[in-house]
């Protein structure tokens, strides 16, 4: 392929412009490579579409005088079909997290600014569970930092098992996770929180080291949908977690190992937790 022409160096956000220009005021061969070029840049910059539609566009000058309509070869499809896997696996591993493979914070903001944008669509809510291994810091000290991220590995996936269509696990930051469930009623929230909570518990610990032993406890907001004749603005992601954070100082407050949730306007803990005495306030007043 040729070096692209200085007069075609600039695109539009469609991938046109003056490279379109070009191409109306040029024809013969100079044109297949100028497509050709074209075509290289616009992959190199995700921009599949416009790419393949310059490719086609240089196949069609090349076939022009021949009555079969032109036909992509077939190692251009693979090659085009390579370049999209290879930039949606980039972007895929860009919302992961290096240690865990949970989703990272950056993912967990985008998709709760779609959700939150979304819940009149909803038949039910969303719920935000906040999670915090219990005495990690110990761990650490206890048993060494890389046991301490094999620990970290397996809540993960602990945390991950039947999540419900839509649901997702992704790192807070440091030893917090997050679990984020869309079109999830309060009831079932408390029940995937509370699951999750007691697979952690029961979990073979000492498999991994003589003595270990992990738990987690868990801040569970619950936001309900808008509903057709609700005039409330949904609640920012920012204030749902900040609920679910206040709601997990109350777990770890209450004697950690244990699910917080909220229930018509008492703050309440899940399962054999909830026989406990002196469950803690919030942190967040009038919550």
Known sequence: MTALRPEV??????????ADTAVAENDGPGLVQLHESIATLLASRGQWRQAYQ??????????????DPPQ??????????RLRREHAEAREQSLR????????????????????AARGSTAAGLAIALIDLDW????????????GDRVLQRVVELLQEDLPEGGFCARYGGEEFVLVLPDTPASVAVEIAESARLRVERHAWA??????????????????PAGDSSTRPPVAPEQQLLRADSLLYTAKQSGRNAVAYRENGRVRLAGA????????????AGY
């Not at 160096?9 to 003056?18: K, S």
């Not at 990690?136 to 046991?147: A, M, R």
């Not at 498999?207 to 309900?224: C, F, H, K, N, Q």
């Open 9 to 18: 160096a600039e695109f539009d956000r469609d991938g046109r412009h003056e």
């Open 54 to 67: 310059h490719l086609r566009s240089a196949f069609d000058l090349v076939y022009a005088d021949q009555d």
């Open 72 to 81: 992509v070869p077939e190692q251009l499809r693979r090659e085009v079909d």
């Open 97 to 116: 997290d290096s240690l865990t493979d949970s989703y990272n914070r950056r993912y967990l903001d985008e998709r709760l600014v779609d959700i939150v």
């Open 136 to 147: 990690f810091k110990q761990v650490n000290d206890t048993f060494g930092h890389l046991l």
């Open 207 to 224: 498999s991994l080291a003589p003595g270990l032993r992990v738990t987690v406890s868990i801040g569970l907001a619950y936001e309900p």
């Open 273 to 284: 937790a909830s026989g406990r005495r002196g469950i803690a306030e919030p942190r967040v």
